[in-house]
């Protein structure tokens, strides 16, 4: 099956840099790449997707880029704000199944 | 719209006992995905159920179960509790189809002594 590797699992940015959060996946079926983010006590939220036509996303300050050829997909958040702080899943689907990562601590120091 | 709920909320049973947990999809989604989360392993997929039938599979024993009705609401059940089933149990709705979003419920913590 789908196997997700998110690299760092910490990250610690001061607030207004850049956090970048990195995913490889092993199934080159995948077709489908969210990300979600999960806040303490609450539930996964989902942040942004991209869909394996399109190379990369933008939704304000959060991206995504995908490159198929190496099986890797990336979150970029720019300018970052303490509400940021959260932890961070990325996503591989295929077949209606989505397989996580173990997700990545990200801290905002401000 | 309604989001995705479960119920119940927490629940706290002892090694041996059985569980039934339950999700509500939101109106109009056919698909419902159950997923354990523990600190370190992230989510892992349990199974998935579209239309009444499970479509997938994940890795666990058979002591973890479930089904769905014909109004989408789906169950979980766990036989035979091990401390080792603690855990975030998280549901999530979605269409059904290819690359549909999955929205998440609150989930379930339970908690096994």
């Known amino acids: 099956g789908e196997n997700v590797e998110q690299h760092p699992s910490t990250l610690s940015v001061q607030e207004g840099d850049s956090a970048v959060i990195k995913c490889t996946y092993s199934?080159?079926?995948?077709?489908?790449f969210p990300w979600y983010k999960q806040e303490l006590g609450k539930r996964p939220q989902l942040i942004i997707d991209?869909?394996?036509?399109?190379g990369e996303k933008k939704d304000q300050r959060i991206a995504v880029t995908l490159n198929k050829t190496a099986k890797h997909f990336s979150l970029h958040i720019t300018e970052t704000q303490p509400e940021d702080s959260a932890v961070y899943f990325c996503?591989?689907?295929?077949?209606?199944?989505?397989?996580f990562g173990k997700g990545n601590q990200v801290v905002v120091i401000p | 719209k309604a989001g995705v709920t479960q119920t119940p909320r927490y629940l706290i049973k002892t090694r041996g006992q059985q569980v039934t947990l339950s999700c509500s999809p939101i109106?109009?989604?056919?698909?419902v995905s159950w997923y354990q989360q523990t600190p370190g392993q992230g989510l892992q997929f349990l199974f998935e159920?579209?239309?009444?039938?499970?479509?997938n599979k994940g890795n666990f024993p058979g002591r973890f179960s479930g089904r769905q009705f014909s109004n989408s609401r789906s169950e979980m059940n766990v036989s035979t509790l091990e401390l080792g089933d603690s855990a975030l149990y998280l549901c999530?709705?979605?269409?059904?189809?290819?690359?549909?979003?999955?929205?998440f419920g609150p989930g379930t913590r339970l908690t096994v002594l």
């Open positions: 999530a709705s979605s269409l059904g189809f290819e690359k549909d979003t999955q929205y």
């Open positions: 991209i869909r394996s036509n399109v």
């Open positions: 199934d080159s079926a995948s077709n489908y």
């Open positions: 996503a591989a689907s295929g077949n209606n199944r989505l397989a």
């Open positions: 159920y579209f239309s009444e039938t499970q479509r």
């Open positions: 109106s109009g989604h056919r698909s």
